[in-house]
């Protein structure tokens, strides 16, 4: 009973977690733009990174929560990406809300890749791909060997029904 009890409290903390992971605690009481504000700040700070965000006709207004959370994991990956292996020094970030579309720009200044090698397409980048796919979004990714990366993707902004806003 005691080894029962053990692993259901485990697996307890251990679906927190992942529901944690899935839904940042941040984002839903302070919005998206005091979270990715606060998402740079923390990459800034910790990889000493210089790195500028720019948020244009979003203001206060809130998207469709998986839209919102879908955002903040495709800034999230970028930056990662980023930290692990571009070995840049300067990062610009963009989010644009243009009616009905949310536009997504990431530059860097790191050591670029060859986006045509599907090798250097890790699983980050994938998993970014598909999220973008499945929110009927595109994706472009440019990429230039001692240039540097972008990573542009435009979401439709749909309200609860499907529709766009």
Known sequence: LKKTTSWVEN????VSSISSNLMPSMLGPL????????????????????????????????????????????????????????????????LVYSHPSIIITITDDGIGFNPENKIALGTGL???????????????????ISRGTTIRAELPVMDNHHEKI
């Open 126 to 144: 994938r998993i970014m791909k598909q999220r973008i796919l499945e929110l009927n979004g595109n994706i472009k990714i440019t990429s230039e």
């Open 31 to 94: 919005g998206l733009e005091e979270t990715l504000t606060w998402l740079k700040d923390q990459y800034a700070s910790l990889y000493s990174l210089e790195i500028g965000y720019q948020s244009l006709g979003l203001g206060e207004k809130r998207l469709p929560a998986d839209l919102e959370v879908a955002i903040f994991r495709i800034f999230q990956e970028s930056l990662n990406n980023i930290v692990k292996h571009a070995s840049a020094q300067h990062v610009e970030l963009k």
């Open 11 to 14: 697996m307890s903390r251990e």
